[in-house]
T-cell receptor, first 115, second 113 residues
Framework: EAGVAQSPRYKIIEKRQSVAFWCNPI?????LYWYQQILGQGPKLLIQ????????DSQLPKDRFSAERLKGVDSTLKIQPAKLEDSAVYLC?????????????FGPGTRLTVL | AQSVTQLDSQVPVFEEAPVELRCNYS??????LFWYVQYPNQGLQLLLK??????LVKGINGFEAEFNKSQTSFHLRKPSVHISDTAEYFC???????????FGSGTRLLVRP
């Protein structure tokens, strides 16, 4: 079974530029998560989708971050404009459903460096 | 609000020695507890989980953890570590109502020959 796929694996941009990350969850998984992992910290949930609807985006900085999950499969996370403090690893995870406990499977992440 | 504390940022240990990675949490409601492992340049992998039942849970790769409600702890243990156990270990909690994961800051386990 294929795991969670993410691209690109690495991205370097200058502040005030925009960037987008892509995630393809495990086939059949209804729930998709985006986490931000700053160096030296644990992952922090940015947004959670159930199919193509948003379940929780309380920690998403909505003035610069946006995410979508069209058709309830792939998802894109965008940052516009980027700030230095956005340098982090962005992890995507998926699970079968959010209605009960189901294991979250994580992708390898995208490491973003903002100069 | 729920939070997770991993006091040890790095734990060095010799190969074949026992190890304990500490995790304490704060919550006023029932929680689920987890340990994840992150190898370099890889995503997180679930080591073990406590949802209910026996307070001693066994996971993959010979790891185990014990849920102690009175001390609000969920320490991870392994009786004999291998070089391949070198990685970052994250403790996490989840409310039984939302299943949202809240992670600690992580502990880097460094196994030396």
């Amino acid at each position: 079974e294929a795991g969670v796929a993410q691209s690109p694996r690495y991205k370097i941009i200058e502040k005030r530029q925009s960037v987008a990350f892509w995630c393809n969850p495990i086939s059949g998984h209804a729930t998709l998560y985006w986490y931000q992992q700053i160096l030296g910290q644990g992952p922090k949930l940015l947004i959670q989708f159930q199919n193509n609807g948003v379940v929780d985006d309380s920690q998403l900085p909505k003035d610069r971050f946006s995410a979508e999950r069209l058709k309830g499969v792939d998802s894109t996370l965008k940052i516009q404009p980027a700030k230095l403090e956005d340098s982090a690893v962005y992890l995507c995870a998926s699970s079968q459903t959010s209605g009960s406990w189901n294991e979250q499977f994580f992708g390898p992440g995208t490491r973003l460096t903002v100069l | 609000a729920q939070s997770v504390t991993q006091l040890d940022s790095q734990v060095p240990v010799f190969e074949e020695a026992p190890v304990e990675l500490r995790c304490n949490y704060s919550s006023s409601v029932s929680v689920y507890l987890f340990w994840y492992v992150q190898y370099p340049n890889q995503g997180l992998q679930l080591l073990l989980k406590y949802l209910s039942g026996s307070t001693l849970v066994k996971g993959i790769n010979g790891f185990e953890a014990e849920f102690n409600k009175s001390q609000t702890s969920f320490h991870l243990r392994k009786p004999s570590v291998h070089i391949s156990d070198t990685a970052e270990y994250f403790c996490a909690v989840s409310l039984d109502s939302s299943y949202k994961l809240i992670f600690g800051s992580g502990t880097r386990l460094l196994v030396r020959p």
